[in-house]
């Protein structure tokens, strides 16, 4: 899944810390931001939940749209215990030619 190819324009961060550091400083622009986030649950750095978290109790991104990526067989009960959730959730590993599973 190449998103790039499909047209759609991609800012990507390596870590959870840099994920956060980008949402503050979107609240501070206080301008147009992202459509989407696709955040990993297992992010280097700090969890994806927290990273969840901060955009949804910011001002700015609250609305965004969220797609977590979740592990293969992943017990659902450990997303369910976040006061936080996701618009949907995707399982990895990816291939760039199988389709997603969505849930």
């Known amino acids: 899944m190449n998103l790039e190819r499909q047209g759609y324009f991609v800012t990507c961060v390596h870590s959870a810390p840099e994920a956060i550091d980008l949402l503050e400083m979107l609240e501070l622009l206080e301008g147009p931001g992202f459509d989407m986030a696709i955040v990993d649950l297992m992010m280097h750095g700090m969890e994806g939940l ?3 978290k901060c955009i949804r109790e910011n001002d700015t991104t609250k609305e965004m749209e969220v797609v977590l990526m979740i592990p293969h067989g992943l017990d659902r009960e450990v997303l369910n ?3 936080y959730r996701a618009d949907r959730y995707i399982e990895k590993p990816l291939q760039p030619t199988d389709p997603p ?3």
Request: hydrophobic share 45%.
């Open 50 to 52: 927290k990273v969840l």
């Open 81 to 83: 215990q976040s006061p």
């Open 101 to 103: 599973r969505w849930f």
